[in-house]
């Protein structure tokens, strides 16, 4: 696809703040597990955390194209911080632009877009992952010492950003003999009493980003934290899954261009049999391949987005996006490590921690079983 002069610009200005700020600091952010707290903050500055946002909203007011080149720029230099940016964007702000009421948007959406605060969403339970039907988050409404008010009860698994966000779209069910239509969306600041940090996930990889189980106990918020309507969660939750495969579709050709352009640096210089290991066709064709992968993964993606641009149906080619780019990135990646031989296993280069970012991408935001299942049920 061709890129118009507007996107090239956009791509270009996130790629040099990347070289600079984060690729440097990727590797010692993985080993000691830190969030990069300062550098979102640049990553603000340009209009990262909204980007699909409108200018009235105090977003960038670009597209969801834009979202996908953003969102591999920020992967190819550290994977955990494109996680970040990828949930605030989608799914958070996509709900809120298309269900927040003006006052929510205000007070929620405005400062989200502007990187004041930072989202999660909470959908998943310790039992709970891609069958959202099966929920058991409370939330009960009752009037309280500050009025109209709901209790929510329950526990979240493998939230992005729990910890470390300000704002989280909690799904819980208001009313249990309704079934998936009994499923409801509010607004929960980090900071209310009763949301509780469980726990922090030790992990394979993404060291930089918290994922929390996240318990609610007896957490109060006013009613006005209500999304939409009770009973419209599950298709507000449904909602943000297009943008939110496309980011992470995203992430995965980011990773898996990184963990590229490291083997191809690497072949040149490496002497082999008295010449660069590049000039062997065993390791060309490796290369070949590899190239050939990640660009077909980002028509993929581009074609998915425009389509979600142009205000067309695209879960299927979202999720063909997704599936195809995170299956992808692991096969490249791992063919990257081959490439540098037993450097490759060491945590000396990059490669080593690319590919264990990037398998989390076969499993959030729905796993590749389930873009399979939705890809079958289009076809």
Wanted: charged letters at 20%; one cysteine or more.
């Amino acid at each position: 696809m061709h890129l118009s002069e507007d996107h090239r610009a956009v791509q270009d200005a996130v790629r040099a703040y990347v070289r600079d700020r984060i690729t440097p600091n990727a590797a010692a952010w993985d080993r000691e597990c830190h969030f990069p707290r300062e550098e979102l903050r640049g990553l603000a500055e340009l209009g990262c955390y909204g980007i699909a946002v409108p200018t009235e909203w105090d977003g960038a007011g670009l597209d969801y194209l834009s979202v996908s080149l953003i969102l591999e720029e920020i992967a190819a230099g550290c994977g955990a911080t494109s996680t970040i940016i990828s949930v605030t964007n989608c799914p958070v702000n996509t709900i809120m632009m298309a269900f927040a009421n003006d006052a929510q948007k205000e007070r929620f959406l405005k400062p989200l877009a502007r990187g004041e605060l930072l989202g999660a969403f909470c959908l998943t339970e310790p039992h709970v992952g891609s069958e959202a039907g099966g929920l058991r988050t409370t939330a009960r409404r009752e009037t309280g010492q500050h009025g109209d008010e709901y209790v929510l009860n329950g526990v979240k698994q493998f939230i992005t950003s729990g910890k470390n966000g300000d704002i989280a779209i909690v799904m819980a069910v208001t009313d249990k003999a309704a079934g998936k239509k009994g499923i409801s969306a509010f607004l929960v600041p980090t900071n209310t009493p009763g949301y509780v940090v469980a726990r922090i996930e030790q992990k394979m990889g993404q060291h930089a980003s918290d994922t929390a189980q996240i318990l609610f106990e007896n957490c109060r918020i006013p009613a006005a934290n209500l999304i939409g309507e009770e009973g419209q969660g599950l298709k507000i939750a449904l909602s943000g899954l297009e943008g939110g495969r496309i980011g992470i579709a995203s992430q995965a050709v980011g990773m898996a261009r990184a963990a590229f352009e490291a083997a191809v640096h690497y072949a040149k210089e490496r002497v082999a049999f008295a010449k660069p290991i590049f000039e062997h066709q065993a390791i060309q064709f490796k290369l070949a391949d590899m190239a050939t992968q990640i660009e077909a993964a980002r028509q993929l993606i581009h074609h998915a987005a425009s389509l979600k641009d142009a205000g067309q149906p695209c879960l299927k080619e979202a999720a063909m996006a997704k599936l195809f780019a995170s299956e992808m990135a692991e096969r490249v990646c791992s063919a990257a490590i081959q490439v540098f031989g037993g450097y490759g296993y060491t945590t000396d280069f990059p490669v080593e921690r690319i590919y264990r970012d990037v398998r989390v991408c076969q499993i959030y935001e729905g796993t590749s079983e389930v873009q399979k299942i939705l890809i079958g049920r289009a076809i």
